[in-house]
Each structure stands twice: as structure tokens, then as C-alpha cells.
């Protein structure tokens, strides 16, 4: 699978071609080419510091890209379309002293919703994320889970076109974290192009239909996640054995010590056949278990050590 250009489609909601983004001299993105296509999950992912929310940054505008084209529906981003577009930065804040519903209400209005929807729609959304009970509380008494459920809950209140969200669930225990997916779904199912940076593999599993995994600033790979797998996959097997397994053309030893060896083999190869060659080799095995890699294996595998992002 060639990186970038694997997968064009005619009209896609976002377009980035050979963008590229210095500050002074240092260059944090090099020829970055993407598209996120209408109506899909997009994940957006990479180690610290890889460049994601400088990619974010130069499509809303807010930084002028040193080369390349970002587009949002065919154009640069604009303010007139900024009402089609929510977005969750990865820092967040919202005005302290008012109250929660009164916060609600006001972005309600600014992204054109009227005095009655944009308070339905407020005290609905509360019911729905477990703190209705909050809607006449201060923003700075709530904690901070519940501040973020606000602030989602402002991003998406217009029913935007694209969604842009920096780190969704970050600092979510479990229960809410799978709220939240469910509410991020439901966006998607409302018809929304999303595009998430997360750093929870299960959720790109659960929600992500293409990802793009970034480091150093470079797309290191791109496409479905079943075709991440593919390229980056692969089974690992573990073996308990009585005596050292040969190495071989047919794997690669991962990790060895006595009498355990860990294997690794590609996705099209059938793992029955390593166990036999071992067994007719003399080699007492006492358990062979084969796994596939999860995309937690594979994100390591690509950023490594190096958990940086910069190559
Ligand atoms: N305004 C800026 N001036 C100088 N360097 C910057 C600026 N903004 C970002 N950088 C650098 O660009 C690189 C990419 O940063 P960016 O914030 O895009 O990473 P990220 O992938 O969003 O990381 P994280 O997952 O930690 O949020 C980093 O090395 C960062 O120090």
C-alpha cells in the first residue's frame, strides 16, 4: 500500500496535499497528503509531538501552512463555513463563572439555534450524558469529566457537517469513555465526518472506518484499519519448549529464553505448518499460542522507543 496516495476519492470532505509546516527551522510536518471522506470516522493518530494538532490547526486556519493545500469541502477554511464545522480542541475551556445551561444556551445561539431549541437541546444533551442535575451549576464547580461533557456537548450542539475532535475522551473513566464513543456514533449515524485524534486503540477499532498514523511530521501509514493490519499485522506465537527453536525463513524470532520463544509471522501464513516443522525437527513443544498482533502492537511497533514521534 502506497502512503497517501492508496485511496483518492472524487469528492471528499477534506483534502490535504503535500502540506508541509515549519517554525523557524524546524520542520514539524513534510509532505503530509490526506483526504477524510463524507460521512466517515477518521482517525488521526501519532505519538506526542508527531504533529496532529498543527495539521488541526493549519486546516481551521489558525496556522498558515509553509506548503501544500489544506481544503474543507473544496475550499481553504473560512469563518462564513465555520457554523458546518465543530470543533473539540485539545485544550479545553469554557467561561467559569455562568452557568452550565447558560454557557450551552449562549454557543446555541452563536451557531444560530434559537432561545427554545438551543435550551431543549441543552437540557436534553444533559439528561443524555448523566448531569442534568448540573444544568444550573457554575462551570467552575463541576469537575472536570463533567466540564468536558459540556464542552462536547457545545461542539456537536448544531449538528455540524464535520467534526473535529482533539482527544474526545481523554481523562474519561471507562463508563463514560464508552459514552461518549456512543454519542460520537450517533453523530456519525446523524451523518457527520468526523475526524478524531485519539490515543485509545479501542476506540479506533470501535469507531475509526480510515486512520492515519503520523510520525516525525510523515504519514507512516494510511488507510482502512483492516488494510493497517494487513500492511503492519501479523501473528505472534508463543512456544513453550523443551529445546530452541531453529530460526527459520518461515519466522522471525521476536524474543527468546530458555524454553520460551516468541515468533512472528505474516498474516498469510498458516500457523498449523510452523508446528509441524517444529515437532518432525525433534522439538518437544509443550504449548504453542498463536495471536494476532492488536493495533496496541502495531502503534508500538511503528513509534518503537521512540515515543517522541520525531524520526
Ligand atoms: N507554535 C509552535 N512553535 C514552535 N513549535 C511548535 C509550535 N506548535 C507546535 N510545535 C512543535 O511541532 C511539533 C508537533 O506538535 P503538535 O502539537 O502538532 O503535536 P501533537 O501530535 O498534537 O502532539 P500531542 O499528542 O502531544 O498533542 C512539536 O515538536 C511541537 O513542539
Known amino acids: 500500500m502506497s502512503i497517501a496516495a492508496s485511496s483518492t ?48 490547526r493549519a486546516l481551521l486556519g489558525i496556522y498558515q501552512p509553509t506548503r501544500g493545500l489544506l481544503h474543507i469541502d473544496g475550499r481553504e477554511f473560512s469563518p462564513d463555513n465555520g457554523d458546518r464545522l465543530g470543533y473539540l480542541p485539545e ?7 455562568e452557568s452550565v445551561v447558560d454557557v450551552m444556551m449562549y454557543f446555541g445561539r452563536l451557531k444560530g439555534l434559537g432561545h ?30 463533567q466540564q468536558q461533557k459540556v464542552q462536547l456537548g457545545v461542539t456537536i450542539m448544531n449538528g455540524p457537517e464535520l467534526l473535529i475532535l482533539d482527544e474526545p475522551t481523554k481523562g474519561f473513566d471507562p463508563v463514560n469513555r464508552r459514552l461518549l464513543m456512543e454519542i460520537i456514533e450517533d453523530q ?17 477499532e470501535r469507531l475509526c472506518d480510515r486512520i492515519l498514523l503520523l510520525k516525525g511530521g510523515k504519514a507512516r501509514a494510511y488507510g482502512t484499519v483492516d488494510e493497517v493490519r494487513a500492511e503492519f499485522g501479523g501473528t505472534r506465537i508463543h512456544i513453550d519448549t523443551d529445546g530452541t ?8 524470532i521476536v524474543a527468546t529464553s530458555p524454553g520460551r520463544t516468541e515468533l512472528e509471522v505474516g498474516n498469510d501464513v498458516d500457523t498449523s505448518t510452523i508446528l509441524s516443522s517444529l515437532v518432525s525437527a525433534g522439538i518437544a513443544v509443550r504449548s504453542f499460542t ?7 502492537d502495531i502503534f508500538i511497533e511503528i513509534y518503537g522507543a521512540d515515543a517522541t514521534g520525531v524520526e
Request: glycine residues 10%.
Open 9 to 56: 476519492t472524487s469528492n471528499p470532505l477534506v483534502r490535504v496535499e503535500h502540506f508541509g509546516m515549519s517554525f523557524g527551522r524546524t520542520e514539524v510536518i513534510q509532505d503530509l497528503s490526506f483526504e477524510i471522506r463524507r460521512g466517515e470516522t477518521f482517525g488521526f493518530l501519532g505519538s506526542n509531538g508527531s504533529g496532529k494538532t498543527t495539521t488541526i
Open 91 to 97: 485544550e479545553r475551556g469554557l467561561y467559569q463563572k
Open 116 to 145: 427554545a431549541a438551543s435550551r431543549k437541546w441543552s437540557l436534553d444533551y444533559l439528561e443524555r450524558v448523566g448531569i442534568a442535575d448540573k444544568a444550573a451549576a457554575r462551570i467552575d464547580k463541576l469537575s472536570q469529566g
Open 188 to 204: 456519525k449515524r446523524a451523518g457527520a465526518t468526523v475526524m478524531m485524534v485519539t490515543h485509545q486503540m479501542e476506540e479506533v
Open 245 to 252: 527453536v531453529p530460526t527459520s525463513d518461515a519466522y522471525r
Open 290 to 296: 498463536p495471536t494476532l498482533k492488536s493495533l496496541d
